[in-house]
């Protein structure tokens, strides 16, 4: 492990190359940290909408049975 660090460090491109691949590396986690968050934005976003969804048909349903109601009523 020594040579290595010390041959890395005497050759700037060696160097410059191992700093260029950690700093890909810390961008691809970034970016995989991006992504994964944006999925669940969606999810929650799409679990929002489908109880919204929800709420409006049970209410319409509960305004249905409230005119079969009076309807038999009358």
């Known amino acids: 492990m020594r040579k290595s660090t010390r ?22 986690q970034m970016v995989k940290r991006c992504q994964s968050h944006r999925q669940n934005k969606k999810k929650k976003k799409i679990k929002k909408n489908s109880r919204k969804l929800q709420e409006t048909v049970t209410t319409l349903l509960k305004s249905v049975d409230r005119d079969k109601a009076k309807k038999e009523k009358l």
């Open 7 to 28: 041959l890395i460090r005497r050759n700037p491109l060696l160097m410059w190359a191992t700093l260029a691949l950690k700093e890909a590396e810390g961008q691809i």
